[in-house]
């Protein structure tokens, strides 16, 4: 586990939106008694970031192991409206990996304050937990090899398909292999690397997982002339920041913060940080918003 004060993030590498000259200054309502998170994080001083390894731009490790990330940088800003609803100078902030499996029960069981990876928001998972305004939209397509012509899921009759365990990618291909009587072989595994390995030494014809993360992956091998993405979206995937039901204090900062970083032109430039200009590794997706995500953001106060 990582700890470090908030003030401390750009001296150690970290490119969360911590300092004061770069952070919303969200009007955060007065607050008569804490209660849930933020009753939790002011007597602990501290609150419990999850954050995945493996989800290049959103969520994952620089060379020097730190967390990093644009799911990271906007949970970054909610540490800070968070350190100035509680009346505190800064929050420490403590890293917890989690992945596509531990990540439910540990929001639930309070191992984690706040997941800052790219989990998708489902009316089936806000039984189970709590989630920010949409952060990212993608959905399910295909990785298969450059030039073995497949071109959809239809052409994967009989093959072999792999996913990740306890994802919505998973039940995706679970529902047209069902449908369609496509008779694929499915394959689960924990996470991408193991995904993408077997990929590489042919165990698998594709691998069906969020579009914008198969182009990142992609992206980070330089596999640009091994691998292609194919096919119509399998599924629709708005992705949130999770954290605990029944929290309402704590939701209504966390929309507040989204409000605050719409209307002041910081979601676009966290977006562009990521996904437009050269990320701290070095990749350069030049991914332009969805109009899906434009409207959503706009509905949040984003100028057009």
Not at 82 to 96: C, E
Not at 286 to 300: D, F, G, H, K, V
Request: glycine share 6%; proline share 4%; charged share 25%.
């Amino acid at each position: 586990m990582m700890r470090a004060s908030a003030t401390l993030f750009a001296a150690i590498g970290l490119t969360i939106v911590f300092a004061q000259t770069t952070l919303p200054q969200v009007q955060d309502a007065p607050i008569v008694r804490l209660r849930g998170t933020l009753a939790k994080v002011h007597d602990a001083g501290e609150i419990t970031l999850g954050y995945r390894a493996d989800s290049f731009p959103f969520s994952y490790l620089d060379s020097a192991d730190h967390p990093i990330g644009y799911s990271l940088d906007l949970c970054g800003a909610i540490v800070a409206a968070i350190a100035r609803a509680i009346d505190s100078p800064s929050v420490r902030t403590k890293f917890t990996r989690v992945t596509a499996q531990s990540r439910f029960p540990m929001v639930m069981a309070g191992e984690v304050d706040l997941e800052c990876g790219v989990t998708t928001d489902t009316s089936e998972r806000e039984q189970r937990a709590a989630f920010s305004p949409t952060t990212f939209v993608s959905g399910t397509k295909l990785m298969v090899q450059r030039g073995a012509g497949f071109k959809s899921i239809f052409d994967l009759k009989g093959k072999r398909v792999v996913s990740i365990d306890g994802t919505t990618n998973e039940d995706a291909v679970k529902f047209f292999d069902d449908k369609r009587k496509l008779g694929l072989t499915l394959l689960s595994v924990t996470d991408r690397a193991e995904g993408y390995a077997m990929m590489e030494e042919g165990r698998a014809e594709a691998f069906a997982a969020d579009d914008v993360l198969l182009y990142a992956m992609i992206a980070q091998h330089q596999a640009q002339r091994q691998f292609i993405v194919v096919g119509d979206y399998l599924s629709y995937d708005p992705y949130g920041l999770m954290f605990r039901r029944d929290d309402p204090q704590f939701r209504d900062l966390v929309q507040a913060t989204f409000r605050e970083l719409a209307q002041n032109g910081d979601l676009v430039e966290i977006y562009h940080r990521w996904f437009i200009r050269r990320t701290p590794t070095g990749e350069r997706l030049n991914l332009p918003m969805s109009p899906q995500l434009q409207e959503i953001w706009q509905a949040l106060g984003m100028p057009e």
